[in-house]
């Protein structure tokens, strides 16, 4: 039990709001009170802080930033929660507002889509100030979906004419004659991933409207040969699974106009052995050149299942081992 010599009474009175901080059998409190070291107690509409002085200033930095994302988002995720409290240990509960403010656009559901962490931030700031960026990171961190909800921002500000998103498949020719059906049927499932996102962000029939239309274009890295894209507003994703001649054929297919977006996890490489990826030597040849930014984003910008962080570093200890 903390010392219950320091106290401070923070006024509420809004049982939604207590509910979201306190949490289904109060699984959220329970970790306010875990990572923070205080105690936390409801008293007529109050919460009321014990703990050590330092303690409970950090308490009620978190406890107002959170009232501040409940209004704003009317829940209260345990995502955020964990972030918020990590930006408040580092000393940046001002960073928290800036989350919140930050809306890319809004989904045929009527979901906000916003930065979660200040790499996605920083990812996405990047992008409206440079015509080519790559964004690099483990999975689950935004990389693709956040990069879609930029292009299908800029198509509805008219920005570009269309969007096209592409990546990597099997190379056309024998390793596709095993799978069934017509071309666009057998590298359909190497798509799927993109195709889900823009189901998500546009809602199925604007995306049918948009891809009859032509101004929505899915497909494999290989249509892009030859093309200049013009107006356009370009997404790689898994670039990881290119070769270097297949980056600098992706690279230098860009027109007037136009924004590429480059995503891929290093640390997930399926190229045939003796194969070098793109993705991993790009970085080195193009560092200097104005309007190309590299973002990195970190296993503490991912934003999938919480298990999905303790997988990564468990995998990174094991590398760590075997070097």
Do not use: W
Not at 86 to 107: A, F, H, M, P
Not at 170 to 197: C, M, S, T
Not at 201 to 207: A, P
């Amino acid at each position: 039990m903390t010392n219950k010599a320091n106290e401070k009474r923070i006024e509420i009175n809004n049982n939604h709001i207590i509910r979201e901080i306190f949490g289904e059998f109060d699984e959220k409190v329970d970790i306010i009170k875990e990572k923070l070291n205080i105690d936390v107690m409801i008293s007529n509409g109050d919460l009321r802080l014990y703990g050590e002085s330092e303690a409970i200033d950090l308490g009620e930095k978190l406890i107002y930033n959170l009232i501040e994302i409940i209004k704003k988002q009317k829940r209260l995720d345990k995502q955020d929660l964990d972030y918020a409290i990590r930006l408040i240990l580092e000393g940046k509960e001002d960073k928290i507002s800036e989350l919140l403010n930050q809306v890319v656009c809004v989904t045929a559901s009527g979901k906000s889509i916003k930065p979660k962490t200040l790499g996605q931030k920083r990812y996405l700031d990047s992008i409206k100030n440079n015509d080519i960026v790559f964004g690099i990171g483990p999975a689950g961190t935004g990389k693709t979906f956040l990069a879609m909800a930029m292009a299908v921002q800029a198509f509805k500000n008219k920005e570009v004419n269309r969007i096209i998103l592409t990546r990597p498949a099997v190379e056309a020719g024998e390793n596709l004659g095993f799978l069934p059906g017509d071309l666009q049927e057998k590298v359909d499932p190497y798509l799927r991933p993109i195709y889900d996102a823009l189901f998500e962000i546009l809602g199925y029939e604007t995306y049918e409207k948009y891809v009859v239309k032509g101004l929505i274009e899915v497909a494999p890295l290989a249509y892009m040969r030859g093309r200049t894209l013009d107006s356009s507003y370009v997404i790689l994703d898994e670039a990881q699974n290119t070769t270097n001649e297949q980056m600098k054929m992706f690279l230098t297919r860009l027109g007037f106009g136009s924004k590429a977006i480059i995503t891929g996890d290093i640390t997930q490489i399926d190229l045939p052995r003796g194969k070098q990826s793109g993705l991993k030597t790009v970085s080195r040849i193009l560092e200097d050149i104005q309007g190309i930014d590299f973002i990195y984003l970190t296993k503490y910008d991912i934003v999938r299942h919480p298990l999905v962080q303790k997988i990564i570093e468990a995998y990174e200890r094991n590398d760590n081992k075997q070097a």
